[in-house]
């Protein structure tokens, strides 16, 4: 069985337990094995089934209730399992998801570092800079790129710690394990959501 996460610019495949990433631009091959999809991307989900007809989404298999109003698809399956967690998806943006009891608190959305990074040079071509993973946050900036990137983490880091508190975290996302450095009681599961896939999977024997 092949999973497929489909976001906004990425086909992401986990095959025989290997990685395969396509951009939503590019063709998408059809697949000998079952495929079962999940997508925030309705245009490129019917580029999947347009190869891969019997390709099935989760959606329907997925049972999470929130009161939160237009919780994404990728966002519930991220925290179905959770019991009393904080799940961040650091990815093009990064979401913040609070389960207390395992139910749903609500959360909230921030620009991701790619989306920062590109919002300064628009301020002034001066302010264009090279991100760096190891920044200190416990010192004051004497120069610019270090005050750009030290103002960006900090923005990112702050309201994840005050809603956190002495919750537990999981961090999933391109950026998930960057962010996770910054947290004590932090985990970082790459592969989250296609666990959690795997999960709805052995609890309904119908998807395959």
Same mark, same amino acid.
């Given at each position: ?30 697949f000998k094995e ?8 309705? &245009?490129? %989900? +019917? /580029? @999947? ?6 390709? #099935?989404?989760?959606? $329907? ?55 920062f990074c590109k919002?300064?040079? &628009?301020? %002034? +071509? /001066? @302010?264009?800079?090279?991100f760096e993973k190891? #920044?200190?946050?416990? $010192? ?69």
């Amino acid at each position: 069985m092949i999973l497929c996460d489909i976001g906004n610019t990425t086909f992401h495949f986990l095959i025989n337990g290997k990685h395969k990433k396509y951009f939503t631009n590019e063709e998408i091959p059809s697949f000998k094995e079952q495929i079962v999809f999940v997508s925030v991307n309705s &245009k490129a %989900s +019917k /580029k @999947l089934l347009k190869t891969n007809p019997n390709a #099935i989404d989760i959606k $329907k298999y997925l049972k999470f209730k929130t009161k939160y109003i237009g919780h994404g698809i990728d966002r519930a399956l991220a925290c179905v399992f959770q019991e009393n967690t904080v799940v961040v998806d650091a990815g093009s943006a990064i979401t913040v998801d609070i389960m207390k009891n395992s139910k749903h608190k609500g959360g909230f959305i921030l620009p991701g570092f790619r989306a920062f990074c590109k919002t300064y040079p &628009k301020i %002034s +071509k /001066k @302010l264009k800079f090279d991100f760096e993973k190891n #920044i200190n946050l416990d $010192k004051i900036p004497l120069q610019t790129k270090d005050a750009i990137q030290y103002a960006m983490l900090k923005s990112i880091i702050l309201p994840i710690k005050e809603v956190s508190k002495d919750m537990n975290i999981i961090f999933t996302g391109g950026d998930g394990k960057l962010l996770s450095k910054y947290f004590k009681n932090s985990t970082y599961k790459k592969d989250l959501i296609f666990e959690n896939m795997k999960r709805i999977i052995d609890a309904n024997n119908c998807i395959a």
